[in-house]
């Protein structure tokens, strides 16, 4: 019995005792105090971007205590200063798992012409000195962060490389109206001569909704977060056409008679800024169609619908004139200046408000006389009855 003690403990002591063996050759994580790029070997040979596909560079690995997977980016600046966020530098959004890295010259050029400030085209090419350094870290946890040496690349040559400026294609309208969330934000109408498909050569685009503002203010942005570039009153030629009392209300665009209005917002390109015309139009929706009072294909007060009283209502169609069956069909729009009437047009189908905006002709929707259409513009909603 004394020998099986003996024993036991025998086995416990070397197992205890490989376990300490298994915790010391676990990897610790050391913190790198050196991390070299190499000079290029031709590096006061002249960088012709625009005629380059990559630009070679090679480092040493940090030294972690341990082969680790190790992730770097390149950094660049053009005067020597490391502050990407007050622009001084630009970190490339590429990045590489080995110590010997292809830069795309056209990512490299890109990041160089925003870096220079410069936004007239003429300007360009130009030969300039650019600084180089190295980001590393581990691939699994991002951590060990460290920075090369800063390697000068004197003859680089820097072409135009910014991508061309488009009018957005999307927008969307924020404020008292839809407490100030950009989850309930509306999304606004796109109209038709916003697709490429319909000629668009990205210089323009326009942007519609009806909506109910209350007395305060709304904003537009052509995404649906604050980014910065939300526009307010300063940012903004704004354009009053229903009395609705536009002014710079906090850096919103104030609105002081609340009501039904339709809201257009139009954006050019001028170089590379976009500029935006916010107006505020009256709330005037048509019956277009065989069926309209007066239905001769043109916009007239005799087809205009009445305007609710409440932010919730619904607008209600005149009587239609005549049974409709077939092409003519039962078809609504509002009129906005500088697009035709079936560019902004829309129907309800199944119950449901729907914009033909840069999309082909909408099915046809027939109706008999003495019915109207109603529609609910904050709800998407409405029927013929």
């Not at 298994?22 to 070997?41: G, R, S």
């Not at 239609?320 to 500088?338: K, N």
């Not at 119950?351 to 259409?373: H, I, M, S």
């Given at each position: 019995?004394?020998?099986?003690?003996?024993?036991?403990?025998?086995?416990?002591?070397?197992?205890?005792?490989?376990?300490?063996?298994?915790?010391?050759?676990?990897?610790?994580?050391?913190?790198?105090?050196?991390?070299?790029?190499?000079?290029?070997?031709?590096?006061?040979?002249?960088?012709?971007?625009?005629?380059?596909?990559?630009?070679?560079?090679?480092?040493?690995?940090?030294?972690?205590?341990?082969?680790?997977?190790?992730?770097?980016?390149?950094?660049?600046?053009?005067?020597?200063?490391?502050?990407?966020?007050?622009?001084?530098?630009?970190?490339?959004?590429?990045?590489?798992?080995?110590?010997?890295?292809?830069?795309?010259?056209?990512?490299?050029?890109?990041?160089?012409?925003?870096?220079?400030?410069?936004?007239?085209?003429?300007?360009?090419?130009?030969?300039?000195?650019?600084?180089?350094?190295l980001k590393a870290s581990l691939t699994a946890s991002g951590e060990g962060v460290i920075y090369s040496n800063a390697v000068v690349l004197?003859?680089?040559?820097?072409?135009?490389?910014?991508?061309?400026?488009?009018?957005?294609?999307?927008?969307?309208?924020?404020?008292?109206?839809?407490?100030?969330?950009?989850?309930?934000?509306?999304?606004?109408?796109?109209?038709?001569?916003?697709?490429?498909?319909?000629?668009?050569?990205?210089?323009?685009?326009?942007?519609?909704?009806?909506?109910?503002?209350?007395?305060?203010?709304?904003?537009?942005?052509?995404?649906?977060?604050?980014?910065?570039?939300?526009?307010?009153?300063?940012?903004?030629?704004?354009?009053?056409?229903?009395?609705?009392?536009?002014?710079?209300?906090?850096?919103?665009?104030?609105?002081?008679?609340?009501?039904?209005?339709?809201?257009?917002?139009?954006?050019?390109?001028?170089?590379?800024?976009?500029?935006?015309?916010?107006?505020?139009?009256?709330?005037?929706?048509?019956?277009?169609?065989?069926?309209?009072?007066?239905?001769?294909?043109?916009?007239?007060?005799?087809?205009?619908?009445?305007?609710?009283?409440?932010?919730?209502?619904?607008?209600?169609?005149?009587?239609?004139?005549?049974?409709?069956?077939?092409?003519?069909?039962?078809?609504?729009?509002?009129?906005?200046?500088?697009?035709?009437?079936?560019?902004?047009?829309?129907?309800?189908?199944?119950?449901?408000?729907?914009?033909?905006?840069?999309?082909?002709?909408?099915?046809?929707?027939?109706?008999?006389?003495?019915?109207?259409?109603?529609?609910?513009?904050?709800?998407?909603?409405?029927?013929?009855?």
């Open positions: 019995m004394k020998k099986l003690y003996i024993l036991a403990s025998l086995l416990i002591g070397a197992a205890a005792f490989s376990a300490c063996e298994k915790q010391d050759n676990t990897p610790v994580l050391q913190e790198p105090t050196t991390f070299v790029l190499n000079e290029p070997a031709y590096k006061n040979n002249l960088y012709d971007l625009e005629n380059s596909t990559s630009i070679e560079l090679s480092c040493s690995q940090p030294d972690y205590g341990f082969t680790a997977a190790t992730t770097y980016a390149v950094e660049v600046s053009l005067t020597g200063e490391w502050n990407a966020e007050a622009g001084k530098s630009a970190v490339l959004g590429t990045t590489y798992s080995t110590a010997r890295m292809n830069v795309d010259a056209s990512e490299l050029a890109a990041a160089l012409t925003s870096l220079s400030g410069i936004e007239d085209e003429s300007r360009f090419p130009f030969v300039s000195e650019v600084h180089v350094r004197p003859n680089v040559r820097i072409h135009f490389a910014l991508p061309a400026v488009a009018a957005p294609q999307d927008m969307y309208l924020i404020g008292d109206c839809n407490g100030w969330d950009w989850g309930a934000a509306y999304a606004m109408v796109p109209g038709y001569d916003n697709a490429e498909a319909n000629g668009n050569d990205g210089s323009h685009s326009e942007f519609w909704c009806v909506a109910y503002l209350p007395q305060g203010g709304f904003k537009v942005n052509f995404a649906k977060a604050w980014d910065g570039n939300e526009r307010g009153f300063a940012q903004v030629t704004a354009v009053d056409n229903a009395s609705a009392g536009l002014s710079d209300s906090g850096g919103n665009i104030g609105v002081a008679t609340a009501g039904w209005y339709i809201v257009v917002v139009r954006t050019t390109v001028e170089g590379r800024d976009v500029n935006y015309t916010v107006e505020v139009n009256k709330p005037d929706v048509y019956l277009m169609g065989t069926n309209a009072p007066v239905n001769d294909w043109t916009i007239n007060e005799a087809n205009l619908f009445t305007v609710p009283s409440t932010p919730d209502g619904d607008f209600v169609s005149p009587a239609f004139a005549y049974d409709t069956d077939g092409d003519g069909g039962v078809r609504a729009c509002v009129s906005i200046e500088g697009l035709d009437w079936w560019k902004t047009e829309f129907m309800i189908f199944d119950g449901v408000l729907k914009y033909r905006a840069t999309g082909p002709d909408q099915e046809r929707v027939n109706g008999t006389k003495g019915q109207v259409l109603k529609i609910n513009f904050l709800k998407g909603t409405g029927e013929i009855k």
